[in-house]
């Protein structure tokens, strides 16, 4: 298991390489936590900025901190999307069950679809975290849902982006 920080690093680091293959040049932010984003990746005209999230459990807590506040998941997803910048492309990278020497899953998207999404999550009820492949199977709680097909990172889902 890594730790979080060497988590970031690799998933940052396999992100610059996902970009890379598709040919785009990717220009990397150095220093603790920056802000808004981590790469920058350009490729004629194009300069996208990109917000990497590494997860070794399965889910990315995205609205967590935002949900102490709020009444309803959808109200923490709410407010976790308003402090978005629309621009901003995500790459999450998913570490779980992944041997050494083989390779993690990525997944690309906008914050309005993940959003959306992580909604749709507990049988509508929403989820503060974005999770990968979640099945609950719970007297009082029976659930299943996964990341949209769409969202696997493949070339043409990041030369398609708008």
């Known amino acids: 298991m890594m730790t979080s920080r060497q988590?970031?690093?690799a998933a940052e680091s396999y992100a610059a390489y996902l970009l890379a293959?598709?040919?785009?040049?990717?220009?990397?932010?150095?220093?603790?936590?920056?802000?808004?984003?981590?790469?920058i990746a350009n490729k004629g005209k194009r300069f996208l900025p990109i917000?990497?999230?590494?997860?070794?459990?399965?889910?990315?807590?995205?609205?967590?901190?935002?949900k102490k506040n709020s009444p309803t998941y959808h109200d923490a997803i709410d407010r976790w999307l308003e402090?978005?910048?629309?621009?901003?492309?995500?790459?999450?990278?998913?570490?779980?069950d992944v041997t050494s020497g083989t390779s993690p899953r990525a997944y690309i998207a906008r914050p309005k679809e993940i959003a959306k999404y992580m909604k749709t999550q507990?049988?509508?009820?929403?989820?503060?975290?974005l999770q990968e492949d979640c099945k609950k199977d719970h007297p009082n709680s029976i659930y299943s849902h996964?990341?949209?097909?769409?969202?696997?990172?493949?070339q043409k889902s990041i030369d398609s982006l708008k």
């Open 146 to 154: 996964k990341i949209p097909n769409k969202w696997k990172f493949l």
């Open 7 to 9: 988590c970031e690093i």
């Open 21 to 39: 293959q598709a040919g785009y040049d990717v220009l990397i932010q150095y220093g603790a936590n920056q802000p808004l984003y981590d790469l």
């Open 83 to 96: 402090s978005q910048h629309s621009y901003i492309i995500f790459i999450f990278v998913q570490f779980k």
């Open 122 to 129: 507990c049988d509508g009820r929403g989820h503060a975290s």
């Open 51 to 66: 917000s990497v999230k590494g997860s070794q459990n399965g889910a990315w807590p995205l609205a967590v901190k935002f």
